[in-house]
């Protein structure tokens, strides 16, 4: 039990999430905007410390079917490299379609694709981690 950071991957930006396993509910934290591989890693290593987490989550893009594509090769990468560098277990939570929902989820509080854009990555990263939380074979994880 504890807190879990989720990662929305990106190679423009990366959307970050918080949730507590025994609570079961993620929201949405920051977006990080960083050109290059050593800025993004510091600016998770400021979160990993601050929030202390148990577990880190890194959504897994895929095609609709399933299938892998280029940013699940990124992404896979991304986790390895977070594990490693943090020694924390990553967990891998599959993201299809969560950007849509993203959207349409800030479309609903009534904000237009301008006003929306930068929050867009931080609640797709909620929405992996909340699919973490909901997916049965998370306890074992």
Known sequence: MGTVLAFDFGEK???VATGETL???AHPLTV???ESNDERFAAIGKLIAEWQPERLVVGLPTHADGTPHEMTRLATKFAERLQKRFNLPVA???????????????????????????????VAAQLI?????????HASQ
Do not use: V
């Open 13 to 15: 930006r990366i959307g």
């Open 23 to 25: 609570l079961a509910s």
């Open 32 to 34: 990080i905007r960083a």
């Open 92 to 122: 891998m939570a599959d993201e299809r379609l969560s950007s849509l929902d993203a959207e349409a989820r800030l479309r609903e509080t009534g904000r237009n694709a301008k006003s929306a854009k930068p929050l867009l990555d931080a």
């Open 129 to 137: 981690l909340q699919t973490w939380f909901e997916s049965s074979s």
